[in-house]
């Protein structure tokens, strides 16, 4: 095997040379594999490997012919006054400049004094926001300044874009990463699109519309102005909160679209997550559990769900479902139940909302492509 090996590199190397055009011709005719010159193979996978290792053979093969022009542009380089110089310092200096520039803007967002009435705001709205301690929630507030800096925010039919719209959804994606600093929001510098109401697939208000929020892939965060004020509102509106539902969703992103296992699990997890979800959407369709209906539609809308409950409702999550809360709890490193969130939670402890009402968040994923995972609950 590896004599055969051998035999076919001497082959190969050896009569590129002797053949008609020399290497140049050779390698041309190599890559592109027609005419096979010289027994190469019909994949085009192998040939390019081949292709490949003949270059660096020829590369190795021809370095100390071409030494002295090394040398040459060593000592060219090495002279602050020549223009290889100039040109490379050049190159260096832009491509630092763009790779510089997002992390030059974070620390530019990072140094602006966080506004009173935001604080304000957070603190009567969001319970994280007064729970934890000082280096948390300065977390917070820098996040919220990131998300704020580097996303554009649109109403759309009408809707008029006010600061509590932009700090409802920035503070939905501070309290998400919080607990993982090293974690970024995938598709940083999506534009966020306000609807005034519900709309439909057609991204259009009307009798079909059926959608509070939606995420894709790629591209912008669609959110209905009043679902989002009636997130983060007080008193609290029972546990749905759209704006944490469809940024959970970009946690579930992978290439190949949602699938219900967020891409930043550890790998270790992923089957024992796979494992609680089957058994968790069981007890939403027999009526056992505390999740929506619409938790059961798809394994996307699941952990979007779940997530909503385990910020807004942790202390009833934690009683009734405590291996769901603590896989949560390990992916987020967040313990909501921690927050006293008591006050939030008055009124829902120990009861389910009729079916009518748990549906009232209406919500759905799309691929890129256009079609919907799971269909929208009606
Ligand atoms: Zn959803």
């Known amino acids: 095997m590896r004599l055969a090996f051998i035999r076919r590199l001497r082959r190969v190397f050896g009569e590129s040379r002797r053949g008609p055009g020399g290497d140049g011709v050779f390698l041309r005719r190599f890559v592109s594999g027609r005419g096979r010159p010289w027994g190469c193979s019909e994949k085009p996978l192998t040939n390019f490997l081949w292709y490949i290792a003949l270059r660096i053979f020829r590369c190795i093969e021809n370095f100390p012919r071409r030494l002295p022009l090394f040398s040459r542009l060593l000592v060219r380089i090495a002279d602050p006054s020549s223009l290889v110089t100039g040109a490379l310092l050049g190159v260096a200096a832009l491509v630092s400049a763009f790779h510089l520039r997002g992390p030059w803007r974070r620390w530019q967002a990072a140094r602006r004094a966080f506004p009173e009435d935001h604080r304000r705001w957070l603190a009567r709205r969001v319970p994280f926001y007064t729970a934890v301690n000082d280096v948390r929630r300065r977390r917070f507030e820098r996040d919220v300044q990131f998300f704020l800096d580097e996303h554009s925010f649109e109403g759309v039919d009408g809707a008029v874009v006010d600061d509590e719209l932009r700090l409802s959804v920035a503070a939905g994606a501070a309290l998400l990463l919080n607990g993982r600093p090293a974690w970024e929001l995938r598709g940083a510098g999506r534009s966020v699109l306000f609807y005034p109401g519900a709309f439909d697939d057609e991204y259009h208000a ?19 102005t009043r679902a989002v004020r009636a997130s983060w509102s007080d008193p ?77 409702r942790p202390a009833q999550m934690q009683r009734r479902h405590a291996e769901l809360y603590e896989a949560l709890k390990n992916f987020f490193n967040l313990d909501p139940a921690e927050w006293g969130m008591g006050e939030r939670e008055r009124g829902d402890v120990g009861e389910e909302k009729s079916g009518q009402q748990q549906e009232g968040l209406r919500s759905t994923v799309q691929r890129t492509g256009g079609d919907i995972t799971g269909p929208p609950s009606a």
């Open 236 to 312: 609290p509106s029972g546990g749905e909160n759209v704006v944490l539902h469809e940024l959970a969703h970009l946690f579930d992103f992978q290439s190949e679209g949602a699938d219900g296992v967020p891409s930043l699990m550890a790998p270790a997890s992923e089957s024992a997550w796979r494992e609680l979800v089957r058994r968790e959407t069981a007890r939403v369709r027999s009526g056992r559990s505390m999740l929506r209906d619409y938790a059961a539609s798809a394994p996307s809308e699941f952990f979007a769900v779940a997530v909503e409950a385990f910020f807004e």
């Open 206 to 224: 009307g009798d079909y519309a059926a959608f509070d929020g939606m995420v894709h892939q790629q591209g912008p965060i669609l959110l209905s």
